[in-house]
């Protein structure tokens, strides 16, 4: 995830919501490591709020 952050790299994010994984393709725009969340933006410039508890896989693209 540093890496990713630090380089600027696309990512592919699964996360567990509601019971189903969801995939969330885009850069890592902030890490917020006191309220234990990490920000994505999308290719479309949106937004992404996850939580690192429902985090099940990073991968860089």
């Known amino acids: 995830m540093h890496t990713a952050l630090e380089f600027h790299s696309l990512v592919c994010v699964t996360n567990w919501v509601n019971g189903f994984t969801d995939k969330i393709e885009g ?3 902030y890490a917020d490591l ?6 994505i933006k999308d290719i ?3 937004v992404h709020r996850i939580t690192l ?3 099940i896989n990073i991968q860089i693209k």
């Open 27 to 29: 850069f890592i725009h």
């Open 34 to 39: 006191i309220n234990k969340q990490i920000r």
């Open 44 to 46: 479309e410039e949106n």
């Open 53 to 55: 508890e429902s985090i």
